[in-house]
């Protein structure tokens, strides 16, 4: 009798990179394929306005992941059938391009604006967490002109972003969108698709790409305390144009924070709840129940009068050339005070990048090492906090860029 057939296609192995879509308008439930134009970028007839999250700094992940319950009876030793519990769906990439507008799509509950010199967004106090398709497109390993596509018809980014300001070594920043169902659609395809092309693709109309590698940062920082912090009405911190350090017109007393060990440290991260019905195996909406925003840094320079700011539980005493001091013990509050990292743009020297956190704690302490074989350093982490006299929205913190 004949044997079967194996089944060896070498062509259907997935290698190659990959592109990260915001799709204007999702594909309808009667054809839930992405259009793709000429190019392999969604078709801007189709789909309206389509934005590209930019270059990629390690691969995109797409998962479909379902939670299976065994059923089993006591008489025998395993189960006898099963049932679908819950069905997870997620787009995950490391992005490279640190841009205003594209953190905001990262955090998702923040708010982007641009001006004459300017992009920020702030964070802080909303209460939507806004939705959106996402698609990552690949072209084939075998044929550059055909494709795989991962989209999610509605998704909300859970991931947040971090960025990172030293010499070593470039930003990059982690994204992660979380598919949500769409009860309006048909059973079975109501939360996204696969699929690959299988003839090369032709027409349409393109959506223009958007890797700009003037983007990516990479490059030392510094830190300050704002004793007055930015306004509600003018959100980013004031810089002096020559200098690009805090204006001390707007900022006065602002306090320089010294070296630096390594990379600084801007996380802001949204705690999002995923809601759930009983009818159905995935999360139908989603929304915000906290958001963390910190600084971190590791620090060089060991004065009194700095290792007292960052306790901000003592006090500092300075007395006459003869001695320097900071005492501590027995307070029951601390200070808080603004604080932001300032790094000068990788492509450009004369313009700034700016994390800002309106409200903050140290949480970290103070260390002081005493060692023939090491010199003393110590790491700071200081916690963001709302500061609820502010404008939903801004209420926390901005990231700003001249531009």
């Not at 002109?145 to 980014?157: E, M």
């Not at 092309?197 to 704002?226: H, K, M, R």
């Not at 963390?292 to 009068?305: G, H, P, V």
Request: aromatic fraction near 8%.
């Amino acid at each position: 009798m004949p044997g079967t057939a194996k089944n060896y296609a070498v062509a259907n192995i997935i290698q190659g990179p990959g592109k990260l879509w915001v799709i204007g308008t999702p594909p309808v439930d009667a054809t839930p394929r992405l259009t793709l134009a000429s190019d392999g970028t969604p078709d801007s007839v189709t789909h309206g306005t389509c934005i590209d999250l930019g270059a990629i700094q390690s691969a995109i992940t797409n998962a479909v992941k379902p939670k299976m319950t065994p059923i089993a009876l006591d008489q025998y030793d395993a189960p006898f059938d099963s049932y679908l519990q819950e069905e997870d769906a997620t787009i995950e990439a490391e992005l490279a391009q640190t841009e205003a507008s594209k953190l905001q799509r990262a955090l998702g509950v923040g708010a982007y604006s641009t001006g004459s010199g300017y992009k920020q967004t702030t964070f802080g106090g909303l209460t939507t967490v806004p939705t959106a398709c996402i698609a990552a497109i690949s072209p084939t390993r075998a044929n550059p002109n055909r494709y795989y596509v991962s989209t999610l018809f509605s998704a909300a980014s859970v991931g947040g972003f971090e960025v990172s300001m030293g010499r070593a070594k470039a930003s990059a920043y982690k994204a992660k969108f979380q598919g949500l169902m769409d009860l309006t659609r048909t059973a079975g395809k109501q939360t996204g698709i696969w699929h690959q092309t299988l003839a090369d693709a032709a027409g349409g109309t393109p959506t223009a790409p958007s890797v700009d590698v003037t983007e990516i940062f990479q490059g030392p920082y510094d830190l300050w305390i704002l004793p007055t912090a930015p306004t509600d009405g003018a959100v980013r911190v004031t810089l002096d144009s020559s200098t690009l350090t805090p204006d001390s017109a707007a900022h006065p007393a602002s306090v320089h924070l010294g070296l630096q060990e390594g990379a600084g440290k801007f996380t802001v991260i949204p705690k999002l709840t995923l809601m759930k019905a009983d009818q159905v195996t995935g999360a139908i909406g989603v929304y915000i129940s906290g958001l963390t925003a910190k600084i971190e840094a590791e620090m060089s320079q060991s004065s009194m009068s700095l290792l007292s700011q960052m306790l901000m539980t003592g006090a500092y005493t300075l007395s006459g050339g003869q001695y320097d001091q900071f005492t501590f013990g027995g307070g029951d509050k601390a200070a808080a005070f603004c604080l932001c990292m300032i790094g000068k743009k990788r492509t450009d020297a004369t313009k700034a990048v700016v994390c800002c956190l309106y409200k903050v704690n140290s949480v970290a302490g103070v260390d002081l090492t005493m060692s023939r074989q090491k010199r003393s350093s110590w790491k700071v982490e200081f916690d963001g906090m709302n500061d609820i006299t502010r404008t939903a929205g801004r209420q926390m913190g901005v990231y700003h860029e001249m531009i």
